[in-house]
């Protein structure tokens, strides 16, 4: 069974920046994808980014170029820098561990971002 925390959500003005972090456990993390998705009131999750276990990035276009993500294998932790942030990406953010047979995702941890 595989657990995922994540921390770092907050509120911050258009413009700024955020890091969040989610913290894996029970698994072989170096070998599993790892990715960021986040869901706003009344819509649907999207995706926002993913790091293979390979080290390939793919993000989202809505945050492309402001977005990064990456891993921490010896601390089993994946990250999220967020900068340049807008009142659109106000959501939930959570963190998704895909095993190749299994999913897992977090509790989420929420973003919000003020005009």
């Known amino acids: 069974q595989v657990q995922l925390v994540e921390s770092g959500g907050g509120l911050v003005q258009a413009g700024g920046s955020l890091r969040l972090s989610c913290a894996a456990s029970?698994?072989?993390?170096?070998?599993?994808?790892m990715a960021w998705h986040r869901q706003a009131p009344g819509k649907q999750r999207e995706f926002v980014a993913v790091v293979t276990s390979g080290g390939t990035t793919i993000y989202a276009n809505s945050v492309k170029g402001r977005f990064t993500i990456s891993r921490d294998n010896a601390k089993n932790t994946v990250y999220l820098q967020m900068n340049s942030l807008k009142p659109e990406d106000t959501a939930v953010y959570l963190c998704k561990c895909s095993t190749g047979y299994k999913d897992y995702w977090g509790q989420g941890t929420q973003v919000t971002v003020s005009s």
């Open positions: 029970g698994s072989d993390f170096s070998s599993n994808a």
